[in-house]
């Protein structure tokens, strides 16, 4: 009786810990796209499209776009672990390996994400009139927040047992206390209040950074269930320490992935042959930084043999340096044109 024991073999082990590694990345990454374009929106207020389009419209995108990625692969994880036999793109109920509340957090994540990432592209593509923004603009953002205000009402009901001592839980609040933020957002788009729009934007991805950093920590103390699927957290030991270096090193890799974007699209999307040349540098930087968080996925510790040691240093250094000259770049990007 109780619930359904699963037996972690391996190939159960490796799905849970790569399907962990990048709905947390992908969470990640989403919110710190969604924090970069709440930023830009409070400091660029009436600049020419183009630039606001490249700093503000393409990360917003970006960000719903990855979140619904990630939203999705939590999903899958919810509706195949455990499951024997071919795995399913969709299905009405999670596995038995799975809760209800996996099921249909993951779901709700994943429609709330795409309903912004409607929103996002409605926005990007500059959709004008009153039926064009209350179908596309305010009724994605209505719909998104509320759907990720009742995923995460799942989200804490799941860990409720434990309570604070959960890290999962506080996920889960975490989580709702900034959906609330994106829930209220579409009065003030009616209004008009662009500036309280992004105000609140902004605090409300801050939050989801902080939510989905939290999931990046419990990926990294092998809790593969991250804060829906707990019977994983349980079942897979926990390392005695979590690696920092290893730690501070995922998270600067996310940062740098954020900021190539922003500097990718602000280079093709402002029309110069000087700005065709840094898009052309960001697209091989990017190119190298989705490699290392590749990489990432399965490498946990520093290669203790000479040279493989010395290459891993080597392009960590790297990453370093590409991520101080996305960052002066992108702060010029910001500066009145």
Same mark, same amino acid.
């Given at each position: 009786?109780?619930?359904? *024991?699963? !037996?972690?073999?391996?190939?159960?082990?490796?799905?849970?810990?790569?399907?962990?590694?990048?709905?947390?990345?992908?969470?990640?990454?989403?919110?710190?796209?969604?924090?970069?374009?709440?930023?830009?929106?409070?400091?660029?207020?009436?600049?020419?499209?183009?630039?606001? !389009?490249?700093?503000?419209?393409?990360?917003?995108?970006?960000?719903?776009?990855?979140?619904?990625?990630?939203?999705?692969?939590?999903?899958?994880?919810?509706?195949?672990?455990?499951?024997?036999?071919?795995?399913?793109?969709?299905?009405?109920?999670?596995?038995?390996?799975?809760?209800?509340?996996?099921?249909?957090?993951?779901?709700?994540?994943?429609?709330?994400?795409?309903?912004?990432?409607?929103?996002?592209?409605?926005?990007?593509?500059?959709?004008?009139?009153?039926?064009?923004?209350?179908?596309?603009?305010?009724?994605?953002?209505?719909?998104?927040?509320?759907?990720?205000?009742?995923?995460?009402?799942?989200?804490?009901?799941?860990?409720?047992?434990?309570?604070?001592?959960?890290?999962?839980?506080?996920?889960?609040?975490?989580?709702?206390?900034?959906?609330?933020?994106?829930?209220?957002?579409?009065?003030?788009?009616?209004?008009?209040?662009?500036?309280?729009?992004?105000?609140?934007?902004?605090?409300?991805?801050?939050?989801?950074?902080?939510?989905?950093?939290?999931?990046?920590?419990?990926?990294?103390?092998?809790?593969?269930?991250?804060?829906?699927?707990?019977?994983?957290?349980?079942?897979?030991?926990?390392?005695?320490?979590?690696? *920092?270096? +290893?730690?501070?090193?995922?998270?600067?890799?996310?940062?740098?992935?954020?900021?190539?974007?922003?500097?990718?699209?602000?280079?093709?999307?402002?029309?110069?042959?000087?700005?065709?040349?840094?898009?052309?540098?960001? !697209?091989?930087?990017?190119?190298?930084?989705?490699?290392?968080?590749?990489?990432?996925?399965?490498?946990?510790?520093?290669?203790?043999?000479?040279?493989?040691?010395?290459?891993?240093?080597?392009?960590?250094?790297?990453?370093?340096?590409?991520?101080?000259?996305?960052?002066?770049? !992108?702060?010029?990007?910001? +500066?009145?044109?």
């Amino acid at each position: 009786e109780g619930a359904p *024991v699963l !037996v972690l073999t391996r190939q159960r082990y490796r799905f849970s810990r790569t399907l962990a590694y990048w709905v947390a990345v992908f969470f990640f990454v989403g919110s710190l796209q969604f924090a970069w374009g709440s930023i830009a929106s409070l400091i660029l207020p009436g600049t020419n499209r183009g630039r606001y !389009v490249a700093l503000v419209f393409v990360p917003f995108f970006a960000g719903s776009a990855l979140y619904t990625i990630g939203s999705y692969a939590g999903y899958y994880k919810a509706i195949n672990l455990g499951r024997s036999g071919p795995r399913l793109w969709w299905t009405v109920y999670p596995s038995e390996a799975a809760s209800l509340e996996a099921y249909w957090g993951y779901l709700l994540f994943t429609i709330g994400s795409f309903a912004y990432t409607i929103m996002a592209l409605a926005s990007l593509v500059g959709l004008r009139g009153l039926d064009a923004e209350a179908g596309l603009v305010w009724g994605p953002a209505t719909l998104g927040g509320l759907a990720f205000i009742v995923g995460c009402v799942f989200e804490i009901r799941h860990n409720d047992s434990e309570g604070a001592k959960s890290m999962g839980w506080w996920v889960g609040v975490v989580y709702f206390a900034s959906s609330l933020f994106f829930f209220v957002q579409p009065v003030f788009m009616v209004l008009g209040w662009e500036a309280t729009v992004a105000g609140l934007s902004l605090i409300g991805s801050l939050g989801f950074v902080l939510g989905s950093g939290l999931q990046v920590l419990m990926f990294k103390r092998s809790q593969y269930g991250l804060s829906l699927i707990k019977t994983l957290n349980v079942i897979v030991p926990k390392r005695p320490k979590v690696n *920092v270096r +290893q730690l501070c090193f995922l998270v600067l890799y996310c940062v740098a992935f954020t900021l190539g974007t922003v500097d990718l699209t602000f280079g093709l999307l402002t029309v110069s042959a000087h700005s065709y040349r840094e898009a052309t540098s960001a !697209v091989l930087g990017l190119w190298i930084v989705c490699m290392q968080l590749l990489m990432a996925s399965a490498v946990h510790n520093t290669p203790p043999i000479a040279p493989y040691n010395w290459l891993f240093w080597a392009s960590r250094l790297w990453a370093v340096l590409y991520t101080a000259r996305t960052t002066v770049s !992108v702060a010029l990007y910001l +500066q009145p044109s």
